[in-house]
C-alpha cells in the first residue's frame, strides 16, 4: 500500500519575446486548414507532430493550446495535430500523415499501451522520434523499447501520486465533515489504470480514516463494474461506487442516478472530470435541499477555471475542490523532440535509453487557488514551464543542456521549487 505523499506543483517566469505566430499544419480534411508558419530569421521552423486522443476532451484542448498559443509562438516550430485516436492502428496511420506534411518527430497523448512496441517500429521506419507526451507506460513496453534511438521517452504521473491524488481528496472531504459519499470511478471498470488507482486511494483512506467497511480489497473494488454500497460498521459513513465513463455508454449518468435515487449525498468524489453531470448534481442538490461537495481529479482547463467562477443554489462554486494536471507540463516534452530533431538526443537520454520522468499534480480547493494556478499555467507572460525554462535544456540554446539538468527541471514542479527558480 502506497503511503501518503504531498505534493503541489507550480513554475512562474517570464516567457522570452514572441519570435511569431506560427500556425497549425492540416491534415488532410480532418484538422481545418491554417495559414503556414513563417519563416524564422533562423532558418524553416521545424515541424512536430501532436497524436490527439480526444479534440473534444477539455484536457486535451488544454495541452493542445499550449503548445499552440504558447510554444509556437516562442520557439520555430509548426505543430501538427491529428484526429481523435482510439487505437494504435489509427495513431500509426496518423504518424505516416504527419511523416508525409513534414513531421521529424511525434508528441503522443494516445500511446495506447497494447501496440506501442509496434507504434515504436513504424516510427523507426518513418524516422520520426517519439515520446509519450503524459502518459504512464508499463515495465514491459519499456523494456521492449528503450534501446530504440527513435524513442526518446515518456513524461507522465508517478502512480504514487496518482494514488495520493485520491487519498489527499478523501481527506480533505472528511475534514468538512462529508459522511454521504458518491465516488464516480469512471474507467476503472474497464482498464484505465490511473482511474483504477485514484479510486483505490479514496477506498482505502475512508477505510482508514472514517471506519469503512470494506467488501473486498480496495484494489479489487476499485474496479468493481457494478454499482457497489459500502458502509462503516455503525452506519454513520456510507458509500455508493459508480463505474462507467459519462459521454461514451452512458453507464456512468445511469449509475449515478441509481445512487442518487437511493438516498442524500454529502460529497461526490469523481476519479474523472465532472462536467458532463453536473446538472445531475444541481438536481439532486435542490431535491435534498442541501449543497453536495464536489471534487474531480482532472486538469486545470478552461473548464474547471469557468466553474469556479459560478455559483450554485446555496451560493458555493459548483466544483469545491480539483486536483490534476496543468497545461505546461507538456513542456518538456516539447523539449525532448526539440534535442531529438535537432540532433541532440544526448541531452536527455543517458547511455542511449529512452528516459522514464515523472510529474505530479496541483490541487485548488477555492476560486483564488485556482485562479492564481491556472495563470501561471496558461499565462502569456509568466508560465509554469515557461520558453526560458526549456531553452535552457535544449542544447541548440544553451551547451550546458544535460540528461541531468533535463530530469531536475520536468520533476521540479512543486511551489517550493518554483519560488526558489522564481525570486531567486
Same mark, same amino acid.
Request: charged content about 25%; overall charge negative; aromatic content about 12%.
Given at each position: 500500500? %502506497?503511503?501518503?505523499?504531498?505534493?503541489?506543483?507550480?513554475?512562474?517566469?517570464?516567457?522570452?519575446?514572441?519570435?511569431?505566430?506560427?500556425?497549425?499544419?492540416?491534415?488532410?480534411?480532418?484538422?481545418?486548414?491554417?495559414?503556414?508558419?513563417?519563416?524564422?530569421?533562423?532558418?524553416?521552423?521545424?515541424?512536430?507532430?501532436?497524436?490527439?486522443?480526444? /479534440?473534444?476532451?477539455?484536457?486535451?484542448?488544454?495541452?493542445?493550446?499550449?503548445?499552440?498559443?504558447?510554444?509556437?509562438?516562442?520557439?520555430?516550430?509548426?505543430?501538427?495535430?491529428?484526429?481523435?485516436?482510439?487505437?494504435?492502428? #489509427?495513431?500509426?496511420?496518423?504518424?505516416?500523415?504527419?511523416?508525409?506534411?513534414?513531421?521529424?518527430?511525434?508528441?503522443?497523448?494516445?500511446?495506447?499501451?497494447?501496440?506501442?512496441?509496434?507504434?515504436?517500429?513504424?516510427? @523507426?521506419?518513418?524516422?520520426?522520434?517519439?515520446?509519450?507526451?503524459?502518459?504512464? $507506460?508499463?515495465?514491459?513496453?519499456?523494456?521492449?523499447? &528503450?534501446?530504440?534511438? %527513435?524513442?526518446?521517452?515518456?513524461?507522465?504521473?508517478?502512480?504514487?501520486? !496518482?494514488?495520493?491524488?485520491?487519498?489527499?481528496?478523501?481527506?480533505?472531504?472528511?475534514?468538512?465533515?462529508?459522511?454521504?459519499?458518491?465516488?464516480?470511478?469512471?474507467?476503472?471498470?474497464?482498464?484505465?489504470?490511473?482511474?483504477?488507482?485514484?479510486? %483505490?486511494?479514496?477506498?482505502?483512506?475512508?477505510?482508514?480514516?472514517?471506519?469503512?467497511?470494506?467488501?473486498? @480489497?480496495?484494489?479489487?473494488?476499485?474496479?468493481?463494474?457494478?454499482?457497489?454500497?459500502?458502509?462503516?460498521?455503525?452506519?454513520?459513513?456510507? !458509500?455508493?461506487?459508480?463505474?462507467?465513463?459519462?459521454?461514451?455508454?452512458?453507464?456512468?449518468?445511469?449509475?449515478?442516478?441509481?445512487?442518487?435515487?437511493?438516498?442524500?449525498?454529502?460529497?461526490?468524489?469523481?476519479?474523472?472530470?465532472?462536467?458532463?453531470?453536473?446538472?445531475?448534481?444541481?438536481? &439532486?442538490?435542490?431535491?435534498?435541499? /442541501?449543497?453536495?461537495?464536489?471534487?474531480?481529479?482532472?486538469?486545470?482547463?478552461?473548464?474547471?477555471?469557468?466553474?469556479?467562477?459560478?455559483?450554485?443554489?446555496?451560493?458555493?462554486?459548483?466544483?469545491?475542490? !480539483?486536483?490534476? &494536471?496543468?497545461?505546461?507540463?507538456?513542456?518538456?516534452?516539447?523539449?525532448?523532440?526539440?534535442?531529438?530533431?535537432?540532433?541532440?538526443?544526448?541531452?536527455?537520454?543517458?547511455?542511449?535509453?529512452?528516459?522514464?520522468?515523472?510529474?505530479?499534480? %496541483?490541487?485548488?480547493?477555492?476560486?483564488?487557488?485556482?485562479?492564481?494556478?491556472?495563470?501561471?499555467?496558461?499565462?502569456?507572460?509568466?508560465?509554469?514551464?515557461?520558453? #526560458?525554462?526549456?531553452?535552457?535544456?535544449?542544447?541548440?540554446?544553451?551547451? /550546458?543542456?544535460?540528461?541531468? &539538468?533535463?530530469?531536475?527541471?520536468? #520533476?521540479?514542479?512543486?511551489?517550493?521549487?518554483?519560488?526558489?527558480? $522564481?525570486?531567486?
Amino acid at each position: 500500500m %502506497w503511503r501518503s505523499r504531498r505534493k503541489e506543483g507550480i513554475f512562474n517566469e517570464k516567457k522570452i519575446l514572441s519570435l511569431t505566430l506560427s500556425a497549425v499544419l492540416a491534415l488532410g480534411a480532418t484538422i481545418p486548414a491554417r495559414a503556414a508558419a513563417e519563416t524564422y530569421a533562423d532558418g524553416e521552423a521545424h515541424t512536430i507532430g501532436v497524436i490527439v486522443y480526444d /479534440s473534444d476532451s477539455s484536457e486535451m484542448e488544454m495541452f493542445s493550446d499550449y503548445y499552440r498559443d504558447y510554444i509556437q509562438a516562442g520557439f520555430p516550430v509548426k505543430f501538427i495535430f491529428s484526429g481523435k485516436t482510439t487505437n494504435a492502428e #489509427e495513431e500509426i496511420q496518423y504518424i505516416d500523415k504527419m511523416k508525409e506534411q513534414g513531421a521529424e518527430g511525434i508528441i503522443s497523448f494516445g500511446g495506447y499501451a497494447d501496440g506501442l512496441q509496434d507504434i515504436i517500429k513504424e516510427c @523507426e521506419k518513418d524516422e520520426v522520434y517519439y515520446t509519450l507526451g503524459s502518459n504512464t $507506460i508499463s515495465d514491459e513496453n519499456y523494456e521492449a523499447v &528503450k534501446d530504440n534511438p %527513435w524513442y526518446m521517452g515518456s513524461v507522465d504521473p508517478d502512480l504514487e501520486d !496518482v494514488y495520493q491524488a485520491g487519498c489527499d481528496m478523501t481527506e480533505y472531504f472528511l475534514d468538512k465533515g462529508a459522511k454521504n459519499f458518491v465516488i464516480m470511478s469512471g474507467g476503472a471498470s474497464s482498464g484505465n489504470r490511473l482511474h483504477q488507482v485514484r479510486t %483505490w486511494g479514496m477506498l482505502n483512506t475512508l477505510e482508514e480514516k472514517a471506519g469503512l467497511t470494506l467488501t473486498e @480489497e480496495a484494489e479489487t473494488l476499485s474496479a468493481t463494474g457494478e454499482v457497489t454500497k459500502l458502509s462503516s460498521e455503525d452506519g454513520s459513513v456510507q !458509500v455508493t461506487i459508480c463505474p462507467g465513463y459519462t459521454e461514451l455508454d452512458g453507464s456512468g449518468l445511469d449509475n449515478l442516478s441509481t445512487a442518487f435515487a437511493d438516498g442524500n449525498c454529502d460529497a461526490l468524489m469523481s476519479a474523472f472530470h465532472v462536467s458532463t453531470y453536473l446538472d445531475k448534481i444541481a438536481d &439532486k442538490e435542490k431535491e435534498q435541499n /442541501s449543497n453536495i461537495l464536489v471534487g474531480s481529479i482532472d486538469s486545470f482547463t478552461d473548464g474547471n477555471y469557468e466553474l469556479f467562477q459560478k455559483k450554485d443554489m446555496f451560493g458555493n462554486a459548483p466544483v469545491d475542490y !480539483v486536483q490534476g &494536471k496543468y497545461a505546461s507540463e507538456a513542456g518538456p516534452a516539447f523539449a525532448m523532440i526539440y534535442n531529438a530533431i535537432t540532433g541532440n538526443p544526448d541531452a536527455v537520454k543517458e547511455d542511449g535509453q529512452a528516459v522514464r520522468l515523472y510529474q505530479g499534480f %496541483w490541487t485548488a480547493t477555492n476560486e483564488k487557488d485556482y485562479e492564481e494556478l491556472y495563470g501561471y499555467a496558461t499565462g502569456i507572460y509568466e508560465n509554469a514551464y515557461s520558453c #526560458e525554462d526549456l531553452q535552457g535544456v535544449i542544447k541548440v540554446f544553451d551547451e /550546458s543542456a544535460t540528461p541531468e &539538468k533535463f530530469k531536475e527541471l520536468t #520533476e521540479s514542479y512543486t511551489v517550493e521549487d518554483a519560488k526558489e527558480r $522564481i525570486f531567486d
